[in-house]
């Protein structure tokens, strides 16, 4: 570099940190508009409750989620669509006047149970499902 | 080396130093707090919604059906609302909201003060749109 140049370089160094400083802060701020603080918590107790019984409501419904066939309501139905073995279920669809239980294995005493609004012929029923795990959780 | 290169080594040099320093001082005093949100599926609420417009109650009648009856007919609302308390009472619902929006007025009945809605679409006999929102807080334990 000749002596020139950098005496020109020298002149204008109060320029370039003034100018460094104004972009440090400009960057820094459009980061702080960028940058993403939420912390997003899913319960996945939650989740796979969902899951289940969804699974479930598929199992017997008919063509439409969520309005049950009562003819699918039975033990071989429901084993075709739970079939994984490291879980056990018990299975209730209520009507207005009746009430059905299917229990695939032994969910034993320690379960979780969900339940959702459900339609039988179009009119009100519930179906509740009660899981437990034969693994560890 | 000549003086002058020594200069611009000593300017970068300050620069960088501004530019950690800054970056160090802006992170300390505009600090951005963590915000905890919880996600919640809900899809209970959606599959409630969607079951409640198609449920026969005890009379015969059809939620939705009178949902669009109920537009122009004060005795069809009534029956909706009698029709609504019976589902709610059977589904585990402790509190609800049902706000429809016809092309020209809004009726509404329950509780008011949810955070999130389902919203279904109806079409009456003319073929304009009715806006069904849907709230409900089931009982603890059911869902």
């Known amino acids: ?137 | 080396m000549f003086p002058s290169d020594v200069k611009d080594l000593i300017t970068a040099f300050v620069l960088i130093v501004i530019l950690v320093a800054g970056s160090a001082i802006y992170q300390t005093l505009y600090k951005t707090d963590e915000v905890l949100k919880e996600i919640k599926i809900n899809d209970e609420q959606d599959l409630f919604s969607l079951n409640y417009l198609k449920t026969k109650i005890s009379d015969g009648s059809l939620i939705s059906e009178l949902i669009i009856e109920s537009e122009n007919n004060d005795g069809a609302f009534e029956t909706l609302k009698d029709g609504t308390e019976e589902i709610m009472n059977f589904a585990f619902v402790e509190e609800y909201s049902v706000i429809i929006l016809y092309p020209t007025i809004e009726k509404k009945f329950g509780e008011d003060n949810f955070e999130r809605y389902t919203e279904l679409k109806l079409f009456d006999k003319d073929e304009e749109m009715i806006l069904v929102k849907v709230g409900v807080r089931f009982k603890e334990g059911w869902v």
């Not at chain 1, 056990?88 to 695939?104: A, E, G, R, Y």
């Open chain 1, 1 to 137: 570099m000749n002596k020139k140049g950098g005496s020109t370089l020298a002149s204008k160094s109060g320029f370039y940190i003034i100018f460094l400083i104004l972009f440090t802060f400009a960057v820094l701020y459009s980061v702080k508009f960028i940058e993403d603080k939420e912390v997003r918590r899913v319960d996945f107790f939650q989740l796979e409750d969902s899951v289940v019984i969804n699974r479930v409501i598929s199992c017997v419904s008919n063509d439409n989620f969520g309005e049950i066939d009562v003819n699918k309501f039975n033990e071989i139905e429901l084993r075709k669509c739970l079939t994984n073995t490291n879980f056990n279920f018990i299975i209730m669809l209520d009507t207005v006047d009746d009430q059905k239980i299917v229990s695939i294995g032994d969910v034993g005493l320690d379960y979780r149970s969900i339940g959702r609004y459900v339609l039988v012929d179009n009119k009100k029923a519930r179906i509740r499902a009660g899981y437990s795990k034969n693994v560890p959780e």
